[in-house]
């Protein structure tokens, strides 16, 4: 051996030793004969004897003095005030040994009532009955600290919540018998008197308008106090795009109840942020985006997405307003349930020998009903379609349109069980500037299901068909290809469809099914093998079966399980790679 490897292995002995030298030694072994409920708390609060106790008996016998006057705190603490302590010191390791005797258990409860609450009235007797009912530790019980406070603390919360903003305990008091092993327990509780709520006093507003908050504040001068009132307040303004952060509250002084006003306090988000973001898929190749987000656009607090996108197949341009909430009325579902948009686009694709410009406004309605997420409009399109070796067309369509997609999942981003389904229609008419008289149909439907921890299996099946005299006159948008990464994998993206020249292009009927088959491996990895069928088509005896099946890998990811597969085109006898990634930054 080396001098060199000589002095390394010296060194590192030296480390070793002096990191060793340096760890402290631990306490000395104890063994605890106690119930289990006691035994835990003994365990966790009280360390074993200073290790210089096993030379030096003082330091022993300071670790029993303090074991003798905590061990019985702590059990009296979960509700048994006569226990003895009983130590060996004379094995090791040290043999304490806890007689807890009888455990105390509640023996009465007495709440007494001041202030407003405890006055006349069919509404203030109701209060009292509701919040005795509510009192959480009953008649039977064990007498354990922990309960007591938190019973205390859940009937203040309960007296506070509606109405009496001050209400206070201001005594209580547990009498033990250690002879019985009973407890009778007494509160009283002054409610102050009862407090209604005021103006809304806005505060930290500097870069937006007041009236992306005045329009969602719906508190009634006069209006009795209610904490929920105040809270869903506070969720609906910090769901806005404008606050980082949102307290609602009052001030709780019993000398002013009335008209208190009530204070929002907000911390903004910046105005204008911008987004970068690249990406590279099978479908499409490389692609990239910029985009602006700016939310208090024409100053009237519309929160603007714009964003140009671009790929070797598509580039599109586009901005969206989203009207702030509250400033449409909402007959249907209720103004602070909506998200109202409108939008301006330009897209140029050119996909399978097909090359479309589009120019398009629209206006949009999104909701929640019940489990359903519903998007409702009507779109304006101008779109020209130039497909190789045929006529170029002109198409327009004013379409009012609807989207309702039903999700019942574990997980969003990464489904295991339970399904997706979502229904779209549109119509347009000759007599409301349309080109062609059409009304599409469109459903689709996806579903998980995990016999095993480690089995996963995906279904899905979609349907389409644009009821029209023919595909003429017709925007793409409301016909039909399939093909590509989420549709049937082995074939190109959008390359099954009608035939047009020597272009592919959308026909009025679709069809496509997948069964996929997952493996995990491990958390992390999986290995899976699909199925994958249909065809886009203008007649549906045209409709043809197209299969694509193959084998992938699938890693997951905070985002959802990312896939690459190898899928095998039985019409096109090939195999293709089929990847989509996506990073922001």
């Known amino acids: 051996m080396s001098v060199r490897a000589v002095l390394a292995c010296a060194l590192l002995a030296l480390f070793a030793a002096s990191a060793e030298a340096k760890e402290p030694p631990g306490p000395l072994p104890v063994t605890w004969e106690a119930p289990e409920a006691l035994k835990v708390h003994f365990e966790k609060h009280l360390r074993g004897p ?23 705190e702590i059990a009296a603490a979960e509700g048994w005030f006569s226990a003895k302590v009983e130590i060996d010191d004379d094995i090791e390791p040290v043999h304490v040994k806890v007689v807890p005797g009888e455990r105390t258990v509640v023996a009465g409860i007495a709440i007494e009532f001041k202030g407003d609450v405890a006055g006349e009235g069919a509404f203030r007797k109701a209060r009292r009955e509701a919040l005795t009912s509510a009192w959480s530790l009953p008649e039977g ?3 354990r600290t922990a309960d007591w406070e938190e019973a205390k603390a859940r009937l203040l919360e309960a007296l506070t919540a509606d109405d009496y903003a001050a209400g206070r305990i201001v005594a209580s008091e547990g009498r033990v018998d250690a002879a019985t092993a009973q407890a ?38 006069g209006e009795p106090f209610r904490s929920d009132r105040l809270l869903d307040l506070q969720r609906t303004l910090q769901n806005t795009p404008y ?45 990239g985006e910029v985009s602006l987000r700016y939310r208090n656009a024409f100053g009237l607090g519309f ?31 209720g103004t602070l349930a909506t998200k109202d948009s409108v939008g301006i686009l330009g897209e140029h694709t050119f996909i399978e020998g097909l090359d479309t410009q589009r120019v398009a406004v629209a206006g949009y309605r999104q ?22 070796g045929s006529d170029k067309s002109l198409k327009r369509a004013l379409a009012p349109n609807a989207t309702v997609t039903w999700r019942f999942v574990d997980d969003v981003l990464d489904p295991k069980t339970g399904g997706v389904l979502q229904v779209q229609a549109a119509v347009g008419s000759k007599a409301f500037l349309s080109d062609q008289d059409f009304v ?96 886009a088509a203008d007649t549906r005896d045209t409709l043809g079966a197209n299969l694509g099946y193959g084998v992938g890998v699938r890693f997951r990811t905070p985002a959802g399980p990312l896939a690459f597969d190898l899928a095998y085109a039985d019409r096109d006898k090939r195999v293709r790679a089929v990847f989509s990634v996506s990073v922001a930054f």
């Open 50 to 72: 200073p290790p210089e106790a096993k030379e030096d008996r003082l330091q022993l016998r300071r670790w029993i003095r303090e074991v003798r006057r905590r061990a019985p």
């Open 141 to 143: 019980r064990p007498f």
């Open 184 to 221: 009778k327990l007494s509160v009283v509780l002054d409610s102050g008197p009862a407090f209604s709520l005021g103006e809304v006093e806005i505060v930290g507003l500097t870069k937006y308008p007041a009236k992306v908050v005045e329009r969602l504040v719906d508190v009634d001068p």
């Open 243 to 287: 606050f980082a952060g949102v307290t609602v509250e009052i001030e709780r002084d019993s000398a002013n109840p009335q008209r208190v006003p009530v204070r929002v306090t907000v911390v903004e988000r910046p105005v204008a942020d911008v987004g970068l973001s690249a990406g590279y898929g099978t479908d499409s190749g490389a692609r």
């Open 303 to 333: 929160d603007n997405l714009s964003a140009l996108q671009a790929d070797k197949t598509r580039q599109i341009g586009y901005a969206d307003f989203y009207l702030p909430t509250g400033a449409i009325a909402a007959p249907i579902v």
């Open 367 to 388: 909701f929640l009903k019940g489990p359903f997420d519903v998007r409702v409009g009507v779109s304006y399109q101008i779109e020209q379609a130039r497909p190789d």
């Open 440 to 535: 599409k149909a469109y459903a689709q439907y996806q579903h998980w299901f995990t016999p095993t921890p480690k089995d996963q299996f995906m279904v899905r099946a979609e349907f389409g068909k644009t009821f029209a005299p023919s595909r003429e006159g017709v925007p793409e948008d409301f016909l039909y290809r399939a093909g590509g990464t989420r549709s049937v994998r082995g074939y190109k993206y959008q390359s099954l469809g009608v035939k047009d020249g020597e272009a592919t292009v959308g026909g009025r009927y679709i069809a496509t099914g997948t069964v996929e088959y997952v493996r995990w491996l491990n958390p992390t990895w999986g290995a899976a093998a699909f199925l994958d069928a249909g065809d």
